[in-house]
Every structure is written in structure tokens, then in C-alpha cells.
């Protein structure tokens, strides 16, 4: 019910002015002036708590900030949505704020109706009422019938939903996605703990283009980062305390689609990225590595199938100058613009307020409707468009 929400490291953006104008002239989006948008933004912020740590970042994280810094390059402390309170010696503990923890009570008090552990199987309209099939994890069938449906199961399944349901039109059509490299870096001192909490710190240098960051480095996740490395993964259980995970993500000019398939719970998803990807993903890890060794780095560990341990700022040279397609152990957790916002009905599968074009009492609230990658992490934009786009709705019924 919460998404990723619930499991997510709640570092918070509101989105780019830059970008917004980008949705305002090629979609068409309307109302996304910054005196429409702000309130949204300021009031998620106010909801769930955007704040920045009180105490020091983990080490990781100022590993990551200290060696930007030394390069000359812009880095900073992103706020996430998170409690802080004192513990009973004076240690500060924070909790993250899912939607559990906010606006689902909210909703619950408000007289909502929570129907769990359950899947929306497919939508269709029937005399004027929408009607959603569902199956609970039990195996029982069920169908919720409601005069106006809003999805909001993300960029994946929202447009399975709809496609299954025969709604087509710029659906599933452009799905975009931030592209992430990642490397291992190992110091000659300690930078990772058991409770090393979540880096804080991005390198926003290059940004909207190329952003860096430190990722969550208990030894399962490290070895994994450490794939391209069979020596290096089976170490790990010696040298984790001195390693950390950390991260080049794109924003990219690639996009994919999203079909069902018949027989199939999930849908077939493609992604194709361009060569000026590969380039930017070539770029990214080796400007991250760069400021791995400016912050003390022994050895790098590329993600890349076939690349050399780095020993060395001079070493860098051996990185390839375009990612070879199939040797990244590329990731990603961003996904959007599969059901495209705005007026634009050429390319937008909703309007400027998530209804969907050409179609009665139906609207979609999540990352789907965002038109283009934002460059920084989305939620805070998912948040804010859901909100104004609520409101909206009520204004107008
Ligand atoms: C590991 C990780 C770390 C991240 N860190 C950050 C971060 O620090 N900051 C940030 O801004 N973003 C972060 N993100 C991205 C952020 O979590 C997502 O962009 C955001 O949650 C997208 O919101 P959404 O509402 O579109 O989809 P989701 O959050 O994915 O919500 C969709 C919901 O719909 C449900 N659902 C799907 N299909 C169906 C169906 N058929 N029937 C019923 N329910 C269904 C899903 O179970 C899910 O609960 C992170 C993501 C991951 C995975």
C-alpha cells in the first residue's frame, strides 16, 4: 500500500524548475508556475517531515562529499522525510516517514477503506461505473465498483491496468528511467558500520546529466556491487567495514514500454538505452571514481564485467570511454513518464491534472504521470502532483 515509500531511503527533492519548464513547453502542462506548485511542495514537507540529519552523516556519506569538495565540485546534504528524536542517552533516532506512518492513517481516520493484501487484476466501465476486478492473497475473487477510479500502482503496473483494461492511447508508450552504475570503493580506514544509517550526500556537479551518491553497504549489498569482482565478494566478510557502495545515475534520453502479456501477472518491460547513455554512464563512473581516490581511496572496483581493480587516480585512463552494452551491472530504482501529463494529446495519456484523456472518472496518481526523467530522486514530485491534483479533482466535484 505504501510503495516504495515504505522501504525507500526518503531523500527528498521538489522537482527542478528546469524541468518543470521542460513539461510546461513540450507537454503542455498547465498550472506548474512555482507560486502553483509551491504550496504542494510545502505542504508533503510539512507532512512528512523533510529534514536534514541533526548530528554528523555516516562516513560513507562524508567520504563521498569531502573528495567532491577537494575536486572543486558541488556536493550537498539532501533532506529526507524523516523523526528525529532523542533516545534514553541523548542518541538521536530517526524513523522514516512511509505512508503508513502519515498519510494512510489520515485517510483511514478520514473514513478510507483500506482492502489488503490484495491485487487489481484489471478495470473496466460498466452503465457509468468503473469496476475493478480483484484477487486477495487468499485466491478469492472479488470486484470493487466505484463511480471514479484513481490509480496509483506506480510506472510499471499502472499502465498494464489501463492497457488491459483497452485504454491505449500514449500508454505504456514512454516509459523513462534514471540508469545507475555503481562501485565499491575500500579505504584504508573504517567508513561503514553495522548501523551506518542512510548516506545523505549527493554530488550534483553535472546534474541534471549526472548525479552521485553513497547507497545502503551491509555486506550482502557490497557483495553484490562486487559481482564483477569474484576475489573481492568472497572477501568481503573481512573487508567490509572499510568499503562502501556508491552510485553514478543518468538521466538519460532512452525510454522503454510497458505491455501485458496474456497469461502473464506482469507486464513485458523494454528499455533501450542510447549510445550517449553508455557514454554518460562511461562519464559518470569515472568523475565518481575520481573523487573516490581525491577522498583516499585504496582500490575502486568498477561495476563493470571485465574492468580492472583501480589502484590510483592514473588508472583511471583503463575505464572505457563508452559502457560496452551487456558488461554494466546497470540498476535502477526510478521509473516514470509511462502515462505521460498535459494538453499535448499527441504525446500525454492524461491532462494536466491526471485525468485520463477521453476517458469518464478516471485518473491516475503516481510517478507514471511525471512527463520526463527529473534528474533527482521523484518522490517528493510524486507526492506534490498528487496532492495538487486531489485537491483539483475535489475543487471541481
Ligand atoms: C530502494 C529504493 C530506494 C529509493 N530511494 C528514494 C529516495 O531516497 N527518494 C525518492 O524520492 N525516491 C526514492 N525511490 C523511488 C520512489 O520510492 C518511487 O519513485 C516512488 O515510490 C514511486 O511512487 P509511485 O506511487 O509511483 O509507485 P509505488 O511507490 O511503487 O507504489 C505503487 C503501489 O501500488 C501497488 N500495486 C501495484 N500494482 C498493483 C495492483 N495491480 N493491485 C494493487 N496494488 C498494486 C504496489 O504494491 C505499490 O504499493 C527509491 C526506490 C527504491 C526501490
Request: overall charge positive.
Amino acid at each position: 500500500m505504501g510503495g516504495g515509500s515504505e522501504i525507500n531511503s526518503g531523500l527528498y527533492h521538489r522537482t527542478p524548475p528546469d524541468i518543470l519548464e521542460t513539461w510546461r513547453k513540450d507537454f503542455k502542462v498547465a498550472g506548474i508556475q512555482d507560486e502553483e506548485l509551491r504550496p504542494h511542495f510545502e505542504a508533503c514537507e510539512k507532512d512528512v517531515s523533510v529534514s536534514l540529519l541533526p548530528g554528523a552523516a555516516p562516513a560513507a556519506s562524508l567520504k563521498l562529499h569531502n573528495g567532491a569538495l577537494k575536486l572543486g565540485w558541488k556536493s550537498l546534504e539532501i533532506p529526507r522525510w524523516f523523526r528525529y528524536e532523542s533516545g534514553p542517552n541523548g542518541e538521536s533516532r530517526g524513523s522514516r516517514q512511509s505512508m503508513t506512518r502519515t498519510f494512510v492513517p489520515r485517510f483511514l481516520h478520514a473514513g478510507g477503506k483500506l482492502v489488503p493484501n490484495s491485487r487489481a487484476l484489471s478495470i473496466r466501465q460498466e452503465g457509468g461505473r468503473w469496476l475493478v476486478k480483484a484477487k486477495h492473497a487468499s485466491g478469492k475473487d472479488f470486484e470493487i465498483s466505484a463511480e471514479t477510479l484513481f490509480v496509483c500502482a506506480g510506472a510499471v503496473q499502472t499502465p498494464a491496468l489501463l492497457r488491459r483494461g483497452g485504454i491505449t492511447q500514449n500508454v505504456g508508450d514512454h516509459l523513462r528511467l534514471h540508469p545507475t552504475i555503481k562501485l565499491v570503493a575500500q579505504f584504508p580506514e573504517a567508513v561503514n558500520a553495522a548501523d551506518l544509517g542512510v548516506p545523505v550526500h549527493q554530488v550534483k556537479e553535472f546534474s541534471p546529466r549526472l548525479s552521485f551518491g553513497c547507497s545502503i553497504s551491509s555486506p550482502p549489498y557490497l557483495a553484490l556491487g562486487l559481482l564483477d569482482h569474484p576475489a573481492a565478494a568472497r572477501a568481503v566478510t573481512q573487508t567490509w567495514t572499510r568499503q562502501a557502495n556508491y552510485y553514478a545515475m543518468i538521466t538519460g534520453e532512452g525510454h522503454g514500454t510497458v505491455r501485458p502479456l496474456p497469461g502473464f501477472r506482469d507486464p513485458l518491460v523494454r528499455y533501450r538505452l542510447t549510445t550517449a547513455d553508455m557514454r554518460d554512464l562511461a562519464d559518470g563512473l569515472r568523475k565518481l571514481a575520481e573523487i573516490m581516490f581525491a577522498s583516499g581511496a585504496e582500490k575502486v572496483f568498477p561495476g563493470v564485467t571485465g574492468a580492472p581493480v583501480l589502484n590510483n587516480a592514473d588508472e583511471l585512463r583503463q575505464l572505457p570511454e563508452v559502457v560496452p552494452p551487456g558488461k554494466a551491472s546497470l540498476i535502477t530504482i526510478h521509473l516514470f513518464s509511462s502515462c505521460p501529463m498535459g494538453e499535448d494529446r499527441s504525446k500525454c495519456a492524461v491532462d494536466s491534472f491526471g485525468r485520463v484523456h477521453g476517458v469518464k472518472n478516471l485518473y491516475i496518481a503516481d510517478a507514471s504521470l511525471l512527463c520526463t526523467a527529473p534528474g533527482v530522486n521523484p518522490q517528493g514530485s510524486v507526492m506534490a502532483f498528487a496532492r495538487r491534483n486531489a485537491l483539483h479533482f475535489l475543487n471541481q466535484n
